[in-house]
C-alpha cells in the first residue's frame, strides 16, 4: 500500500519545506520552449533577458500560512503577486526556482506562452501545492 499523507499532514509538510527551514529562493522567468522534467537543472533552462526583467527572492517570510484548498491538497500562497513590466519584447514560457547553490527546486511551464511587448505587464500568483495521491 503506498504512504498516505493526510489533510493536515500536507499542511504541515509544506510549511516545513517553504516556511521554516533554509534559506530564501529566487524565481527566475525563462524563455525557451522546454516542458520541465524530473531530473532537470538549472542549464535546461534560458533565464529571460528582457527589459525590465529581474529574477525575484522568495523569502521564506513571504508564504502565506499554509491552507487546505477546495480539491483537499495542502497549499500555500506568495505574497505579494510577483509582477515585471516588459520595457522590451521577449516570449516567457514559465518559471523555475532555485536555492542559494542555484540548484533548481521546482518548475513550471505556463499553459501557454506570454509574448511580452513593451508596457505589457506580466503578474505571477506564486502558488505551491503539495497532495497525497492513493
Known sequence: MP???SNL????????MLRSVGGSMTLKLYSNDFTPLLASVVGDFTESTFTGYSARTLARSGWGAPAT??????ELQFSPDLTWTAASSQT???????DASNVMIFAEKF????NLVSG???T???RFTLASET
Open 120 to 122: 505589457d505587464i506580466l
Open 111 to 114: 499553459a501557454q506562452s506570454r
Open 92 to 98: 516567457v514560457q514559465g518559471y523555475f526556482v532555485v
Open 69 to 74: 484548498n477546495a480539491q483537499g491538497k495542502g
Open 9 to 16: 499532514g500536507e499542511r504541515i509538510l509544506i510549511d516545513w
Open 124 to 126: 505571477l500568483s506564486a
Open 3 to 5: 504512504l498516505l499523507i
